[in-house]
């Protein structure tokens, strides 16, 4: 029933369930709240960003079987690892990189994916002597291949010996062969040196493996360790030209190392050519000397023989009384002429006594001149020598400071001539050749290279990646600050000050700040104005208080129909 002259306020039914809910004071206050949870832990995800330390690679370019080894001791000492490059390669903090590697070098990894002689450590009990054997040789191949991969332009390699039973029998006796298999790094080549030091160590590791039966062939299938090779259309193969340049090489530093301290270093410019003979040649000779005086000839052998008859003379003359007489005393001179042998005595005289017959034989053997050479012509000599100098006019420094270019003199190219020719080994005989010629050199014109500008260069890359997240965070953390937190915040507050009492204060804080701007001119002391101010707010605060108090009690309908006016219109 109505009261004349009261008026009755219709209050909107207020709604219910979850928009209820969120249209009250508490639900706005929790959804102020999760906005402001959520704008933290947005921004405390950004700060963790940030602060996220950088990856580099431990290791790469490994087998399956070190992988898994490592991983496992990744995860026993708790490092957080990633992969990259699909899987070939892990990544642990940049700060933790070294202490890992030595880490895990203490346990033997990696291993490289070739098992050595460590696979006899585990060698089972009642295990055959095939097996053994098969266990041997696969270390052996093991240690091998981890040896040549030593070498720095080996990235992998991989050994395959053929080791024959031993055989009692000599003519079944057979000599191991071994295969090895080279993957170089790109860009990477080895030399003929290289090659066969690799056949030396393959060789020498196994025993009664002769060289020639050690194979070496790259990734590509191209064979390394062909001995016999042929030479090339010109007549020379690889070592011989490389030989050649040697040659020239050498030549070359000796005329510019002479040189350069009495012109300069980027004064003179020295250019050899060598003609090497790469023939061999052996040559024996037998040479037949006639045969000098007797008196300067050897002798050999002497052989000498004689021969005499002593028989006497028969009686001769004309038979007769004068014959029989006895010899008349000698009339003939004694210095007379011998007479000739077999020559008749003269009539009526007897022919003297003495040997009617000799012979003598004499046979000397001389010894004949004989020569035997035999030379053997050494290959890679050199046949002639071709060389060029070019030496720059000398610089002249004037009284007044200017550089100028003056050309050398007759003694001073004699004199570099003659230091040429004694550097290079000249030899007029071999038909050498020597032009040294004394002209300017023409001046370079060097361009002016830009300068590379900072945020491409490679030391600087990482160090801006660096700053630009850090600076990235701050702008996100400050945006989120600034744009999300702080209305929220100020909303909260707004929640839990009636709006009356903030806009009091507001309106009080600013009547405040003119009477202390005021009082600062008039030099009022500011102190005593503040405490001035909160002892005034606090007395209407409390007069305010007690009154709505009072009116609740003497009219609670009216306090009644205010606050539901407060929650129908969501104030």
């Known amino acids: 029933m109505a009261v004349a002259g009261e008026t009755t306020a219709v209050v909107p039914a207020a709604p219910t369930g979850v928009a209820g809910f969120v249209q009250s004071p508490a639900g706005r206050n929790v959804l102020l709240m999760v906005g402001v949870a959520a704008v933290l832990a947005v921004m405390t995800g950004v700060w963790l960003w940030s602060q996220a330390p950088q990856y580099r690679v431990l290791f790469s370019n490994f087998s399956d079987r070190d992988g898994g080894a490592i991983v496992a001791s990744l995860q026993q000492m708790n490092v957080p690892y990633k992969y990259s490059d699909g899987g070939t390669a892990i990544l642990v903090p940049e700060s933790q990189v070294h202490d890992i590697r030595l880490k895990l070098a203490s346990q033997g990894l990696p291993k490289g994916g070739n098992v050595g002689f460590e696979l006899m450590e585990n060698q089972k009990l009642g295990v055959s002597q ?17 040896s040549i991969q030593a070498l720095a332009a080996v990235q ?69 360790s062909d001995t016999d090779k042929k030479p090339n259309g010109n007549g020379l193969d690889p070592t011989q030209l490389k030989y050649v340049q040697e040659v020239q090489q050498s030549i070359v530093r000796r005329i510019e190392s002479i040189l350069t301290p009495i012109v300069g270093s980027s004064n ?64 003939a001179p004694l210095n007379a002429p011998a007479s000739a042998p077999g020559a008749q005595a003269p009539a009526g005289q007897q022919a003297p006594a003495g040997p009617s017959n000799a012979q003598k034989d004499l046979t000397v053997n001389y010894e004949v001149d004989k020569t035997v050479r035999y030379v053997q012509q050494p290959m890679g000599g050199v046949k002639r020598l071709t ?25 001073e190219k004699a004199q570099i001539t003659d230091l040429v020719k ?31 500008p900072l945020w491409k260069r490679p030391e600087a890359i990482p160090l801006g990646m660096t700053i ?11 945006y989120l600050f600034f744009a999300f937190l702080r209305p929220l915040l100020k909303k909260v507050k707004a929640q839990l000050i009636p709006p009356e009492e903030v806009k009091k204060i507001e309106e009080d804080d600013e009547d405040a700040i003119v009477r202390i701007g005021q009082n600062q001119e008039d030099g009022t002391d500011e102190t005593q104005l503040l405490e001035q101010e909160g002892a ?19 009219d609670p309908k009216i306090v009644a129909n205010v606050v539901k006016a407060w929650v129908g219109g969501n104030e």
């Not at 191991?176 to 080895?190: C, F, K, W």
């Not at 060029?388 to 003694?411: E, F, H, I, S, W």
């Open 130 to 146: 095939f097996l053994e054997q098969v266990n041997f040789q696969r270390a052996l191949e093991g240690e091998l291949a981890r």
């Open 156 to 224: 992998a390699a991989r050994v395959h010996l053929a080791l024959p039973k031993a055989s009692v029998f000599v003519r079944d006796q057979q000599k191991p062969t071994a295969s090895v298999l080279l993957n170089l790094h790109p860009g990477r080549a080895l030399d003929q040196a290289q090659v066969s030091a690799i056949v030396h160590l393959v060789a020498s590791s196994v025993p009664e493996l002769p060289i020639k039966n050690v194979t070496v062939v790259d990734q590509n299938g191209n064979l390394l």
């Open 268 to 331: 003179v410019r020295a250019e050899a050519t060598a003609d090497v003979d790469f023939s061999s040649s052996e040559q024996a000779a037998e040479i037949y000397k006639p045969n000098g005086t007797p008196d300067s000839a050897a002798i050999r052998s002497q052989q000498s023989s004689e021969s005499r008859s002593n028989e006497p003379l028969n009686a001769s003359g004309v038979p007769g009384a004068l014959s029989n007489q006895p010899p008349a005393p000698a009339t």
């Open 387 to 411: 060389v060029a100098v070019v030496v720059n006019y000398r610089k002249v420094v004037g009284k007044d400071g200017q550089v100028t270019m003056k050309p050398l003199t007759d003694a």
């Open 422 to 452: 004694e550097a290079m080994g000249f030899n007029k005989d071999r038909g050498d050749s020597l032009n040294v010629v004394n002209s300017p050199f023409a001046g370079e014109d060097k361009q002016a290279e830009p300068e590379v």
């Open 468 to 478: 630009a997240k850090y600076l990235a965070g701050a702008l996100i953390i400050l």
């Open 536 to 554: 005034s707010k606090q007395r209407n605060y409390h007069d305010n208080l007690e009154a709505a108090k009072a009116l609740a009690r003497s």
